[in-house]
């Protein structure tokens, strides 16, 4: 992965989304004294099935504010779109455009956009709209005929400064992340989403994170000489 950049925006639909994606990269990026926001599209509250979403919506973004901190994130922004119902289209692209002109990050980091993971579990739509509307604004965010209300009437200025667009949980990645360094933070941030996991698995929730996360990293290896790692797909600019 590229090193010679400070400021990261990360953009994806729901809480937990980056901690079962790319946590333990995200955790040794900000070792390394570098500055990474979340920005999140939803609030999550369609995704526990017995929870109303009035009730889960403020319980998940307390969770992931809590995730966050575990690998020293500190800036966590949500847009407020709703959960499920995602849509692509300029009103999303505006909304993600406007926060890479806030955060003027040179990485975006987004989540698997296409149709599928691995061409066999079909992907939600949440998913695929935020990813390819994050992919999409990085150019947007740039462009002063694009938006222009996003500087006459909130007074932020075009960003070009996008060099790189990172998919974390792509099914073709092309660069990867040493993930030992993070990889237990990553665990442990994962962990904060606990009201969402035992809804979701009747699993311990330490042995279900620590499975799926190291898993993941030790099947990257496979690819990336050897190495636990966390995988992107990367599109330069």
Not at 6 to 16: T, W
Not at 22 to 37: F, N, P
Not at 104 to 118: A, S
Not at 191 to 212: G, K, S, V
């Amino acid at each position: 992965m590229p090193g010679d950049w400070r400021r990261a925006l990360a953009v994806v639909a729901h809480p937990d989304d980056l901690e079962y994606g790319c946590a333990a990269a995200i955790a040794g990026w900000i070792d390394g004294g570098r500055e990474v926001s979340y920005l999140l599209a939803t609030r999550g509250e369609a995704g526990i099935d017995t929870l109303d979403p009035a009730v889960c919506a403020p319980l998940r973004e307390r969770e992931q504010r809590a995730s966050a901190a575990v690998v020293g994130v500190t800036s966590v922004e949500f847009l407020d779109h709703r959960d499920g119902v995602v849509e692509y289209g300029t009103a999303l692209r505006r909304d993600i455009a406007a926060a890479i002109r806030r955060h003027r990050p040179e990485l975006l980091i987004t989540l698997n956009h296409r149709d599928t993971w691995g061409g066999t579990v079909w992907n939600t739509p949440d998913h695929r709209a935020v990813g390819r509307a994050s992919l999409d604004a990085a150019a947007d965010a740039g462009n002063r005929w694009i938006f222009p209300e996003l500087r006459t009437e909130q007074g932020l200025e075009p960003w070009d400064g996008v060099r790189w667009i990172a998919v974390a949980g792509s099914t073709e990645p092309t660069h990867a992340v040493d993930a030992r360094p993070g990889l237990e933070r990553s665990v442990a941030s994962l962990m904060e989403h606990r009201t969402y996991i035992e809804a979701l698995t009747d699993a311990d929730p330490e042995t279900y994170c620590r499975d799926f996360l190291t898993g993941n990293a030790r099947r990257a290896a496979d690819r990336f000489g050897g190495v636990p790692a966390v995988t992107f797909e990367l599109f330069p600019r």
